[in-house]
């Protein structure tokens, strides 16, 4: 992978659990931001975090960022069906090109 | 809903056609931006562009051309069609960084097969 890697790369859990999706990247960032991607459609943005932001929430998520161990992490809480989706996160190096480098994304499945 | 727009969606066609896959946004933006990605996989950054008459190749080396001649308007171009090139071509756009917003909003996609 050209970024990190995402863990897991699959997941299924049940509606009204919570889902973890975690990040790794390789170089220093300017921002890391999460995507989203409906089965074979374009990708959403969802959130993003600055490199000088340990902690963000949007709505039912929430994203950390450890510049220290370069990761991140993405937590949907009371997950329901319809967010059966990929998620992808992407970083903006520090050079700030506005570039995006995507990880390999973790599928998620909510069962109903 | 972003306002950015791919044609066609899906498209099959033969070894050694030319094809144009269309982009056009109607948010303004000045950066543009196609990526490649197959099923399962990443997305992979092919080519961009921060403006008009300004191209440049992205990180994966791709066959592809682009054009910049119009600031809603980034065509891709394959000259010649090969298996090879079938993927999901995905663009992008997003506003300049001093409007202090950095999120890329993307099209819905060109699902392309080169039998």
């Known amino acids: 992978s050209q970024q990190g890697e995402e863990d897991p790369q699959a997941l299924s859990i049940q509606e009204g659990e919570n889902a973890t999706m975690n990040c790794s990247y390789k170089t220093s960032i300017n921002n890391l931001q999460w995507y989203r991607q409906n089965s074979g459609r374009g990708l959403v943005h969802l959130i993003l975090i600055r490199s000088n932001e340990r902690e963000k929430h949007s709505g039912r998520l929430r994203v950390t960022l450890d510049t220290s161990k370069k990761s991140s992490s993405l937590l949907i809480t009371a997950s329901r069906a319809a967010d059966t989706a990929s998620y992808f996160c992407a970083t903006v190096g520090s050079s700030n090109t506005g570039k995006l480098i995507f990880g390999q994304g973790t599928t998620l499945q909510v069962k109903p | 809903e972003a306002d950015i727009y791919q044609t066609p969606r899906y498209l099959v066609i033969g070894t050694g056609k030319k094809i144009t896959l269309e982009c056009s946004q109607t948010m303004g933006h000045d950066k543009m931006y196609w990526y490649q990605q197959d099923p399962g996989m990443e997305l992979h950054l092919i080519h961009y562009?921060?403006?008009?008459?300004?191209?440049e190749k992205g990180d994966l080396s791709s066959e592809s051309t682009v054009s910049r001649i119009r600031t809603e308007h980034f065509p891709l171009t394959l000259e010649s069609a090969r298996p090879s090139h079938t993927s999901q071509y995905l663009c992008?756009?997003?506003?300049?960084?001093?409007?202090?917003?950095?999120?890329?909003?993307f099209g819905p996609g060109t699902r392309l097969t080169v039998l």
């Open positions: 992008a756009s997003s506003a300049l960084r001093r409007q202090g917003r950095d999120e890329q909003f």
């Open positions: 562009s921060y403006g008009v008459n300004s191209t």
